[in-house]
């Protein structure tokens, strides 16, 4: 995944955050028919981003804040899972809505001032060029084929429920 030189954990972020909004607007400009290898590209970069802020960013930051969780961490990673089981489930016009208003939610208690890079970036600020090192070094994500199942349906509301959203994906 190659990526230009950011100067900040939050330009990091933020700039991926651009990127894998443009792909998911790209895939599914008629959300009754989604691009699906565009999709495809979406479904990637948005597990790749995830994994970056589960498996680096929040283990950094929890490690320098002494082994205690961030407060905003626990309501993010219930949105990382709804995000990941949506993204199991074909990509039904309501299952590209869910995504949108989580991702739009979700984007900004990471983003905005107060949120969990500026957080995360004021712990780790001596790790910063190792960080973003680590992170210019993940792999992809490979994805599965969707589950069209009626259970991967099941699994991803309850995932949007715990997380605190309400919305229907039928």
Do not use: W
């Not at 219930?78 to 208003?101: M, R, Y």
């Not at 090192?133 to 699994?155: G, I, Q, R, S």
């Amino acid at each position: 995944m190659k990526r230009q030189q950011e100067r900040s954990l939050r330009d990091f972020f933020t700039s991926d955050h651009r990127r894998i909004e443009t792909i998911f607007e790209q895939a599914t400009k008629d959300r009754y028919n989604v691009i699906l290898e565009k999709y495809h590209e979406f479904r990637i970069g948005l597990l790749t981003h995830i994994k970056m802020e589960e498996k680096i960013l929040f283990v950094a930051a929890q490690k320098a804040n002494g082994g205690i969780p961030l407060p905003l961490q626990a309501k993010l990673r219930l949105d990382h899972g709804a995000l990941t089981s949506l993204l199991v489930c074909f990509p039904t016009a309501q299952v590209i809505n869910a995504i949108a208003q989580i991702m739009h939610q979700h984007d900004k208690l990471e983003e905005e001032e107060g949120g969990m890079y500026e957080a995360c970036e004021n712990l780790t600020l001596h790790e910063t060029q190792k960080i973003l090192n680590d992170l210019k070094n993940v792999t992809p994500v490979p994805v599965h084929p969707f589950n069209l199942a009626v259970y991967a349906l099941d699994a991803a509301k309850r995932s949007i429920k715990r997380a605190g959203f309400d919305m229907d994906i039928s």
